[in-house]
């Protein structure tokens, strides 16, 4: 699996859009982007996850650049409750027996009242 | 929403006994995972299965076994507890592979 760079962290202000980089310059052409969130004391949360198409559901935004080679994991309109380690991870997506995601180590978000 | 529950959420127990931490699934996920969490060392995957009856090791498998004779549970065994297995426990299942739920963790201290 390509190995993937976030920084260790980053903050936010309460309702601006926190903007979390990745790169994944090694990044295959079968490999999809995923994306999962720890809160403190929580089991990490899935949050969206895209192969070269830019992605939206309820709870992010997923831009990846042309080359693939980066992407950004948008949060429209932080709030306190985003205060969390957030993990890009890079994994090759289909039915195969034997799965495995590898988690780095993230970048912790947090955001400011 | 698929739930992974496991059994406890804080354990204490003593070096040298044997530890069992239950994970069950509601989805009929193929996958189960077990992985450690450490302070500066982020999440290891211990163990994995992906059918029943079926298991894989991980990168940490020392010192720990697991069973998983049904579908929705999977077990990690600590043969015989030692302090360096004090740490967050977290399971997880997944059925497209990469989209894993994890529970909620088990908090274990060995003393």
């Known amino acids: 699996d390509a190995k993937t760079t976030q920084p260790p962290s980053m903050d936010c202000a309460e309702g601006r859009a926190a903007n979390l980089p990745c790169n994944h310059s090694t990044i295959s052409g079968n490999e999809y982007v995923y994306w999962y969130r720890q809160i403190h004391s929580q089991g990490p949360q899935y949050i969206i996850h895209?192969?070269?198409n830019n992605e939206t559901n309820e709870m992010a935004s997923l831009i990846i650049t042309e080359d693939r080679k980066s992407s950004t994991l948008i949060l429209p309109h932080a709030t306190l409750r985003d205060t969390a380690v957030y993990y890009c991870i890079v994994r090759v997506a289909g039915e195969t027996s034997g799965s495995r995601l590898t988690f780095g180590e993230g970048t912790q978000l947090t955001v400011n009242p | 929403d698929v739930k992974v529950t496991q059994s406890s959420r804080y354990l204490v127990k003593r070096t040298g006994e044997k530890v069992f931490l239950e994970c069950v699934q509601d989805?009929?996920?193929?996958?189960m995972f077990w992985y450690r969490q450490d302070p500066g060392l982020g999440l290891r995957l211990i163990y994995f299965?992906?059918?029943?009856?079926?298991?894989e090791k991980g990168d940490i498998p020392e010192g720990y076994s697991v069973s998983r004779e049904k579908k929705e549970r999977f077990s990690l065994i600590l043969e015989s507890a030692s302090t360096n297995q004090t740490s967050m426990y977290l399971c997880a299942s997944s059925f497209f592979q990469g989209r894993y739920t994890f529970g909620s963790g088990t908090r274990l201290t060995v003393v």
């Open positions: 895209g192969l070269k």
């Open positions: 989805m009929d996920h193929e996958n």
């Open positions: 299965s992906y059918d029943v009856k079926m298991k």
